[in-house]
């Protein structure tokens, strides 16, 4: 039972001050796993105000100071594996070695490529007799999700911290753990006081307060859309700096001249990861007509390779996170079958054996058009969507009906046809095959998928202001 009932600020644990506390469920068993406090607007304010006094001294840091601090918590981050590996399993049921190889290590990678590519990174430019300099933003109020918990904080932090911006955290209330294991991180590694303050809390009140706060610079906010709205909405009263990670609903397009065992195995790699619960999953599959049959006797050999159960044994797909999760997972797989697509696998209920816990069955649909919601909606759980196309632009046109834009995946052979794809996408990253994560690469969305770009040195960028200097010709 772990008992996270401070906050930090200024470079030390605080009682919150008020009283609230919020139990943190084991989506695997049910089971409370720890506590928060709930922080206040009280706290908040402390946090903003600490962040802000660190400006005049972090933001005038130099490029080696910050690259040295990148990497004494890169050191320090790869001492707590262990304890990141079970704070993560424990507060999303993420399998442990998902928990390791894709959380834990996306985290890490962040904050060791950031210090990489900030060697080079230019922040001042001569053009004549115009000097064009970047400055760090100011304070940043960062507001993440629970899906991955140390991917969207750490990605966040050391674009800011690059860029000699301070800030203060506000991480998903039901997966706090990993926050506060990267807060001590930051302690250990000597971040100076006030460039990171963590207030835990519920979206209503410290998600909100950071948006509308008169003292915080940027709002970057990685989550729904809806809420991404009102973040939006909040943050134009004071004219704050927005950066929005919004939702999904990507295609992955199959090619006439993909291998099907290969396309079907990475569409439900993909759409069963993290028990579907990432933004960029793929969860419309388009196949050409001619290759359904074949492409679905494909998928059914591939799924129990996947297998479903506990994060601590040797399985592929945990729990939802939450009861929540689970009930609007549910909704939508019976919204398929009202709606008329053909169930190829899983459906509604939970996995035999695994009645304790937040299990799904990772779902399949076929005959599915567009149009159906279960196309058109973030679904956030292992669910397929199988939808066919008879010529490659109506393909394209299929992946570009929604009102999303994060990602998109090809597989194939032809060079040609993977590049008109690829350039026809509306999506702010295309992944072709099995192409492997690139920690340099941008990554943000098109449309409703949000606004600016986090990894590398466009995380860097985000979190930087643009000044000219005219008239100064040396
Ligand atoms: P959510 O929008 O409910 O919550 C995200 C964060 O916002 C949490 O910390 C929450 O406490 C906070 N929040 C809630 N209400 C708020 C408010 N009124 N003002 C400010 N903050 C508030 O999202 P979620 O359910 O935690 O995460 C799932 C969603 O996140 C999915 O839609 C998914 O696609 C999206 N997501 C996007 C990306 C990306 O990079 N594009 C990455 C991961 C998740």
């Known amino acids: 039972m772990r008992n996270y009932l401070k906050h930090f600020i200024n470079g030390e644990w605080v009682e919150s001050t008020g009283s609230e506390t919020m139990d943190v469920i084991n989506p695997a068993t049910e089971k409370v796993a720890g506590r928060i406090s709930l922080g206040t607007l009280e706290d908040l304010d402390h946090a903003v105000q600490a962040a802000r006094e660190a400006i005049p001294t972090f933001s005038t840091t130099s490029r080696e100071e910050r690259i040295q601090m990148l990497e004494a918590i890169s050191d320090e981050y790869e001492k707590r594996k262990d304890d990141f590996v079970d704070a993560i399993t424990e507060e999303l049921g993420s399998p442990r070695s998902l ?213 601590n044994g040797k399985n592929f797909v945990g729990p939802l996170v939450a009861q929540k999760q689970w009930d609007r997972v549910q909704s939508y797989i019976q919204k398929g079958i009202d709606e008329g697509a053909t169930l190829v696998a899983g459906g509604p209920g939970k996995p035999e054996g695994l009645e304790t816990g937040y299990f799904v069955k990772p779902t399949v649909f076929t005959n599915v058009k567009n149009d159906m919601v279960i196309a058109r909606e973030e679904i956030f759980g292992p669910v397929m969507s199988i939808i066919t196309y008879e010529t490659l632009d109506e393909a394209i046109a299929i992946a570009n009906d929604t009102e999303y834009g994060l990602a998109g995946y090809i597989v194939g052979k032809d060079e040609g046809t993977i590049n008109k794809v690829a350039s026809s996408i509306r999506a702010g990253q295309i992944r072709v095959n099995k192409a492997q994560t690139d920690f340099s690469a941008p990554f943000g969305g098109y449309k409703k998928s949000g606004i600016g770009r986090e990894w590398g040195d466009f995380g860097i960028e985000e979190y930087l202001e643009v000044k000219a200097v005219l008239g100064m010709s040396s």
């Open 99 to 311: 928990s390791e190889n894709v959380h834990y290590s996306m985290g890490l990678n962040h904050f060791r490529e950031t210090a990489r590519l900030l060697k080079d990174f230019s922040f001042t430019e001569k053009r004549g007799d115009t000097t064009i300099i970047k400055e760090a933003v100011g304070v940043s109020g960062l507001i993440t999700p629970w899906n991955f918990p140390t991917n969207q904080t750490s990605t966040k932090i050391a674009g800011a911290f690059a860029a000699g911006s301070p800030v203060v955290l506000k991480p998903a209330e039901i997966t706090p753990f990993a926050a506060v294991i990267l807060a001590e991180v930051f302690e250990a590694a000597g971040v100076p006081k006030g460039v990171f303050n963590l207030v835990n809390g519920t979206g209503e009140v410290i998600g909100n307060g950071i948006s509308s706060h008169p003292d915080i610079d940027l709002v970057s906010f990685t989550g729904s859309s809806a809420v991404g709205q009102k973040v939006m909405e909040n943050a134009a009263k004071t004219i704050k700096k927005v950066a929005l990670e919004l939702g999904g609903k990507s295609p992955l397009i199959v090619l006439e001249d993909a291998d099907l065992k290969e396309a079907a195995k990475i569409a439900v790699s993909n759409v069963v990861m993290n028990t579907g619960q990432v933004c960029t999953a793929a969860t419309r599959t388009l196949v050409p007509k001619a290759m359904h049959d074949d492409f679905i006797e494909a998928v059914k050999a591939v799924l129990p390779r996947f297998p479903v159960g506990d994060p």
